[in-house]
C-alpha cells in the first residue's frame, strides 16, 4: 500500500512541486489549503507523514501542530515543518511543539525526499 | 455797566466762533486729519452735554433751596460711568455692531425691527423732551434779562420773545448746518461734536471761575467757607432719604435713556477704547462742575438780597461785586450749555421722528408706486432738516405757551422721570433674551401713560390742563387715581410718586407680558444678537433666499446713501464673491450687509421695510428660521473654537499618547521585517528551485516542462514585482518622484485599472456608477491608475464574503471628488486600521497571507504627492478606502 | 459633538486680568453704598451738618475716581470677550 502525505500548504505552486517529487517516489499526495480544516482532515485520513507550513489561511502551522501533538491517536504521526520564516525563535517553537523535522524554505528537492523517507522509515 | 446790546454782540460773537470751529472740524475731518478729534478726551467732553443750562444755573438755586440734595444729579451718572463695565460697554459694542442711531432704533431693532416701538419710544421722548428744549431757550432769555434788570425779573415781554426766538432759529441754523452734513449717523458729526467740546470747556471755566472768585476773592479760602455753609441757613444735614436714593436712580437711568445722551454715548462713539478714559475723566468732569455750587449758592443767600432769584446767583453774584467780565464769562458759560443741549437733542429727536415716523409714513404711502422712483436720500434729509426745525419751533411753542417761570424749572426731573420709562424694556432688552416686543410695548405705554397722568400733565399747574377738581378727587371722582395719590399713597413728593409707580407698573407689565408672549423669529434672533454681543460680533442675517435684483438695490440704495458710497458697498461686496463689476449675486450675506448700512442712515426698521420691497415676502419666512439656525450654529462653533482652542494641552497630550502607540506598534513591525521580507522572498524563490531542480533532473514529459517552465516564469515575475515595489516606494518616499501630469477622463482611469487587476479576481463583482465617473482630471493618471489597481487587487484579495462585490462610488467632497472603494467583506478590525498603511504591515493575521503589505503604504504615498490622500473610511459594511482627489485635479466635465 | 470643557485654572497674567474686571465691576457698587451712608446720619441740628457731609461726599467721589483711574490703567485693551470662563 503507498504510503500517504499529507501536505498541508496554501501556495498552489509549491504543492505542485512537492506533489511531483513525492508522487514521483510512489508517495500519495493529499494536499490541503486551508489551516482551519486541517486538523480535522488529518484525522480523516490519517497519513503516514505531514508536511506543514506556517503561514496558513485561518490557523497557522504552529497551533495545527500542537494540536496533533495532543491528540492521542495522532501524536505518533511525523511532522516535517517547511516554512518560508526562517528565524531561530520559529524553528525553536516548533521544536518545542515536538516538531519530527524542521525545514527552511527554498529547500533541495532531494533533501525533502530524503527526509521524508528517513521520517517514515524510522 | 453792561448793556444788553453788547451782551447780544458778545452771544454772536461766541456763536460766530462756534461756526467757525465746527467749520474747520469738519474742514479737517474731510480731508481725513481727524485723528485728534477721535480722541477721548473729546468724546469725555461731548459727555458733558448733560449739564445743561438746568444744572449750570439751577444746580445753584437747587443747593439754596434743598441742600446737598443736588448732589444726586451728578453722583448718578457718575455711578454709571465708574461702572461702565455694566451697561455702557455693551450699549457701545451693540450700538457699532448693529449700527443703532438713536434710542429708539435701540429699542425699535432690539425687538424685531418693529416699526411699532419706534413710534412709541420717538413720541415718549419727543412728548418728554420739548418741555426740555424750551426749558433751555427759557435760560438764554433769563440770562439775558439779568444784565437788562439786575433783579432777575422776568424782563419785558417784547425783548424776551425776541431773545428765544432768535436764539432758536439760531441754534436751528447750526444743527441743520452741521447735524445733517452726513445722513449716516455712525459717522460722527465732527463739527458738532467739536463745538460741543469746546463749549463744555467753557461752561467748565466759567463755573470754576464763579467758585474761585466766591470761595477766594469774596470769601477766605476753605477753611471760612466751610464756617459760612455751618453759619448758613442751609447748614443742617436733613436729606430724606428715599429722594436721595430716588434721584441718585433716577439721574443715573436718566443718563443712559436721555436721547442727548444716547447720541453722545452710543452713536458718535469712534471707539470704545474711549470708554475706558470717559469712565474715569466724566466723573471728575461732573466732581469740578459741582465743586463749587454750594460756596455759590451760600455766599449768594448770605450776600444778595432777600428774594432774589437762586438760580441766577451764578450771575448776580459776580454783577453784585462789580465783576463783569467774570459775569460775561458766567453768561457764556449757562449760554454754552444751552446750546450743547439743545443741538444734541435736536439732533437726536430729529433723527428719531425722521426714521420713525417721517419714512415709515412716506413709505407706505408710496407703497403702491414704485420706490425707485423717489429721491430717497432727499427726502431723509429734508425730514431731517424739517424735524430739526419742527422740534426747535415745538420747544419755543412750549416756551411761549408755558409763559416761563417756576413750571418750566421743575420740567429737568420730569424729563428724566419721561425717559426713564424706556429703562426696562433697554436693560431688559441687552440683558434677558425672554424679553419679547409686546413686553416692552406694555411696559413703555403704561409707564408713559402713568408719567403724563402723574407728573406731566399736572407739572402745568392748577388747572392748568387738569382741573384742580380732579387733582383733588380723581377723575369722575376716582380717588384712587388722583394723579398725586395713586392708589389712595398720599404724601409723597409728586416726582418720587410718579416715578415709583411708573417704574413699578412699567417694569411689571415689561417681565410679565414678555413672558407670557412669544417673540417672532427676527425678535428672537435679534435677541440673540444684543445679548450675546461679546460672543457674536458679526451681524444679523434675516433673509433668505431672495429674489431681488441687484441692481434695484443699487438704485434703491444710491438713493439713501449716495451713490459713490452705495457702488462702493456693491463693488467690494462683488469683489469679495469674486465678481467683476458692481452688481454682486443677492446672498442673504449681502442683503444683510446693505441693510445694515442703510440702517445707519434711516434706522433698522426702515431699512428693513426697504429692502423688504425688494426681496420676496417682507415678513418672516422659513428660510430665515434656518438662518437663526444658522447663526445659533455659528455661535456654537465659535465658542466650541475657543473651547478647543483652551482644550490644545490635552489635545497635545492625546497626540503624543497617539505617537507613542503608533511607535510602538512600528517598532514591533520593524521586528518583524525581517521575518517578512525574508518569506516575502523566500516563497516565489521555493517554488522556482524546486522546478528549476525538477527540469533540470530531466525525467518530465514535454506538456510538463511547458508548465514548469511557466511556474518559474511567474514566480520570477513576482520576484521582480516584490523588488520594485520596493524601490517604488523607497522613491515615493523619498520624493525623488517625477509626476507625469496628463488630463484625462476620471471613468477612463477607473477602467483602465479594473482591467489590469481584473484577469486574476474574476470572482469579485463591480459596481460602479457610470455617470458619476464623468470628472475631467488633470494629474498623473498612471499614478492615479495605480492606486486604483492596489485597492481593487486588495478587495479579489481579502474579500472574504461568500459572493464578493466591490463598489465603486465617486462623490463630491467639499471642493474636490472622493472615491470610495467599498466591498462587502468583514472589513478591518479597528486595531489594525492605524497600520494598514505602514510598510510591511501585512496583517499578521495568519488568515491574511498573500501580498507583502506595500501596496497601501505605495497607495498613500502616490496619494500624497498628487496633493490628495487616501484613508479607511470606517462604517461601510465591509472594508472601505477613500480617495480623496486634490481641488486643483477636478475639475467637473462640461 | 461633545463640547471640551473650558479651562479651569488661567496663567497668572490673566487671572489679573479677570480680578481687576471684577474690581471694575464692584467699583460702583462700592460707590453707590458710600453715596447711601449719609442716610444713616442724624438729621437736623444734632446731626454733622452739611459741612461734613460735603466733605465726605466729595471726598468719597474723588477716591471713586482715582480708583477708576487706576484701573482703567491696569486693564489691558485687548481680549475684552467673556467667552471664555475659566478662573
Redesign the interface.
Known sequence: MARRVLLIE??P??I???S??LS?DGWTVHAHAD?TTAFDRVRALPPDLIILDV??????GFDILRDLRAAPALAAIPVLMLT????TK?RELAERLGVSLFM???????EVLANVRALVAE | MLTFNLLVLVALAYVAFLFAVAFAAERRAARGDDGWLRSPLIYTLSLSIYCTAWTFYGAVGYAARS??EY?TIY?GP???M?????VV?KLVRIGRTQRITSIADLISSRYGKSTALGVIVTILVVVGITPYIALQLQSITLSFSVFVDPGGDVPAGASRDAVALWSAAGLALFTILFGTRNLDANERHHGVVLAIAVEAVVKLCALLAVGIFVVWGIGRGWTDM?AR??ASP??????P?GR??GL?FLSAAAFLCLPRMFQVLVVENGN??HL??A??AF??YL?LMS?FV?PIAVLGLDLMPAGSNPDLFVLTLPLSQGRDGLAMLSFLGGFSSATSMVIVATIALATMVSNHIVVPVWLRLRRDGSMIAGDVRGVVLLARRVSIAAVLALGYVYFRLSGGGAALSAIGLIAFVGVTQILPAMIGGIFWRGATGLGAAAGLVSGFAIWVWTLFLPSFGADAVIPAQVMAQGPWGIGWLRPHAFFGVQGIDPVMHAMIWSMLVNTSLFLIVSMLTFPNPLERMQGAQFVNV??HSAGTRAWGQTAAAAEDLLIMAQRIIGAADAQAIFLRAAQAQGKPGYLPDVTPDFIALLERELAGSVGAATAHAMVGQFTEGASVTVEDLIAVADEAAQILE???Q???K??EL?QTAGQLRAANEKLTALSVQKDSF??QI??EL??P???????S??LR?G?TGPA?QQKYAG?IQ??ALRLTRLLDDLLDLDVLEHGQVELHRQRGQLRDVIDRAVSAAGPRGGRLRLVRRRADEAIMLETDLERLAQVFINLIANAQKYCNAADPVLRIEVARLGAGYAVDFVDNGTGISPEHRQVIFEKFSRLTD????GGAGLGLAICREIMARLGGGIDYLPGQGGAAFRVVLPVADAMAAQ | ?P?????LFLGRASYRQRRL?DA??L???A??VG??I??L?P???E?????????Y??GL??G???A??IL?RA?R?ED?????E?E
Open positions: 496554501d501556495e505552486n509549491i505542485e512541486a512537492i511531483f517529487i514521483r489551516g503561514m496558513l489561511p485561518g490557523r497557522s518560508a520564516r526562517g528565524q520559529d527552511t524554505k527554498p529547500f533541495s528537492n532531494a | 441742600g446737598l448732589l453722583l457718575s455711578l454709571v465708574i461702572g461702565w463695565f455694566w460697554r466751610l455753609i455751618d442751609i447748614a443742617d444735614w436733613s436729606q432719604g436721595w436714593v441718585t470704545e477704547r475706558v478714559t469712565s474715569w466723573p471728575l466732581l465743586l454750594v461679546f460672543e465659535y465658542s466650541t475657543l473651547e478647543a483652551s482644550a490635552e525581517l521575518s525574508s518569506h523566500r516563497t524563490m521555493t517554488s522556482i528551485r524546486a522546478f531542480e525538477i533532473d525525467d510538463e511556474i511567474d514566480e495568519p488568515g491574511r497571507a | 459633538m463640547k471640551p470643557p473650558p479651562p474686571r471694575v465691576r467699583l460702583p457698587v460707590g453707590a453715596c447711601m449719609p442716610l446720619w438729621r437736623g441740628a446731626g454733622p451738618g452739611n459741612g461734613l457731609a460735603l466733605l461726599l466729595f467721589w474723588a471713586l475716581i482715582a477708576a483711574f482703567s486693564m485693551p475684552d470677550t467673556d467667552a471664555a475659566g
